[in-house]
T-cell receptor, first 115, second 111 residues
């Protein structure tokens, strides 16, 4: 049972380059999220999805795009990377809640450096 | 909008001492509150959660938290710290379809 898997684990980009981060979950969860973690700022929500084919903006969506073409995958794209996007990116998923409090399941993160 | 504030970005305790990590929330509706823990180079794991009912919530690894509406607080405690408790701890509040996190508190435990 893999849970939430993020690829790649590490990446270094030059300013202006593009890349896609992949998140895959095998728990049949409806909800998926992308967060970024920066020192002293906690986790901030970038985008999220409440089901296949849906996406919504979070707190810090600028410079990022997402797609949820399949229920088990949630892709985060950077079209033109900037040094301000250097961060650790976490994907998480959650069951569609009958109980609102169903917990998030996190991947182990992708460490991205933009030079 | 709902939010949480964690007081103290770093907390240091001796092994065996009381752990107290502070979290205050802001919410116009009854909140759903969570504590998550992050060990080095890992994602976050759920420690405990408060939804409704009993205001003292027990979680994993001996941690507990008390929801105090009058103080808008949800502080995390553990009676006796262990070296393995060294990690970063995040308080979070549920907001519509998503979880909003605090800025985190790094706990150091000294022998």
């Amino acid at each position: 049972n893999a849970g939430v898997t993020q690829t790649p684990k590490f990446r270094v980009l030059k300013t202006g380059q593009s890349m896609t981060l992949l998140c895959a979950q095998d728990m049949n969860h409806e909800y998926m999220y992308w967060y970024r973690q920066d020192p002293g700022m906690g986790l901030r929500l970038i985008h999220y999805s409440v089901g296949e084919g849906t996406t919504a903006k979070g707190e810090v969506p600028d410079g990022y795009n997402v797609s949820r073409l399949k229920k088990q995958n949630f892709l985060l794209g950077l079209e033109s990377a900037a040094p301000s996007q250097t961060s650790v990116y976490f994907c998480a998923s959650r069951l569609q809640p009958i109980a609102i409090s169903s917990p998030l399941h996190f991947g182990n993160g992708t460490r991205l450096t933009v030079t | 909008a709902q939010s949480v504030t964690q007081l103290g970005s770093h907390v240091s305790v001796s092994e065996g001492a009381l752990v107290l990590l502070r979290c205050n929330y802001s919410s116009s509706v009854p909140p759903y509150l969570f504590w998550y823990v992050q060990y080095p180079n890992q994602g976050l794991q759920l420690l405990l959660k408060y939804t409704t009912g009993a205001t003292l919530v027990k979680g994993i690894n001996g941690f507990e938290a008390e929801f105090k509406k009058s103080e808008t607080s949800f502080h995390l405690t553990k009676p006796s710290a262990h070296m393995s408790d060294a990690a970063e701890y995040f308080c979070a509040v549920f907001n519509t379809d998503k979880l909003i996190f605090g800025t985190g508190t790094r706990l150091q435990v000294f022998p």
